[in-house]
């Protein structure tokens, strides 16, 4: 059974600092990851799609990598901003329609 | 483009009662999806469609629920004779062909069974 987890739960940082967000998962053969964004009572956005042929994507602030041998996956945020505060969900896809998803950390970001 | 549009975005209802969510995916998607949420865990899967053709269903999906997508473009999902534990968000989303391309989520609807 294809698992996905994320530590930890939730992460304070101040203003401006670099952070990383991490995700694990059980299956190597994973077909893809997506990181999203939740605001509270909101739908997903999505910010990083990687490929398992890809090692790392970029857009603005963010970077994310994969990483199949370890089974991890991290997502990393420069100079946060307070409008970064949101829960970081990432899914991995494995080898069939079904996302699975971790449990999310709820990011603050603290002026 | 106007996105992945659920309504509506908020139902309270009493247990027992029936309710309908409808999602409208982006106009070239031809696979939809619905995942269900509950608070504090990341969304989980309950069924598909590629095209008007329901192509998997989770085990989550009891008989009480059903979705349809009859034109391959709008779908319902129904749950009949509500449950407190069907109290969740259901999030529909879309893309084009396969699993390589980004999954676009809606803001999703809301359910509140008292």
């Known amino acids: 059974k294809q698992e996905v987890t994320q530590i930890p739960a939730a992460l304070s940082v101040p203003e401006g600092e670099n952070l990383v967000l991490n995700c694990s998962f059980t299956?190597?053969?994973?077909?893809?990851l997506q990181w999203f964004r939740q605001d509270p009572g909101k739908g997903l956005t999505s910010l990083l799609l990687?490929?398992?042929?890809?090692r790392e994507q970029t857009s603005g602030r963010l970077n994310a990598s994969l990483d199949k041998s370890s089974g991890r996956s991290t997502l990393y945020i420069a100079a946060s901003q307070p409008g970064d505060s949101a829960t970081y969900l990432c899914?991995?896809?494995?080898?069939?329609?079904?996302?699975?998803f971790g449990t999310g950390t709820r990011l603050t970001i603290i002026p | 483009d106007t996105g992945v549009s659920q309504d509506p975005r908020h139902k309270i209802t009493k247990r027992g009662q029936n309710v309908t969510f409808r999602c409208d995916p982006i106009?070239?998607?031809?696979?939809l999806y619905w995942y269900r949420q509950t608070l504090g865990q990341g969304p989980e899967f309950l069924t598909y469609?590629?095209?008007?053709?329901?192509?998997?269903k989770s085990r989550l999906l009891s008989d009480r629920f059903s979705a349809e997508r009859p034109k391959g473009s709008f779908s319902t999902l129904e749950i009949q004779r509500t449950e407190q534990g069907d109290s969740a968000m259901y999030l529909c989303?879309?893309?084009?062909?396969?699993?390589?391309?980004?999954?676009?989520f809606g803001a999703g609807s809301r359910l509140t069974v008292l």
């Open positions: 469609f590629q095209n008007e053709a329901q192509l998997e």
């Open positions: 299956d190597s053969a994973i077909y893809n």
């Open positions: 106009s070239e998607h031809n696979r």
């Open positions: 990687i490929q398992s042929s890809q």
């Open positions: 899914a991995g896809l494995f080898g069939n329609e079904k996302l699975t």
């Open positions: 989303a879309s893309r084009l062909g396969s699993g390589a391309n980004v999954l676009t």
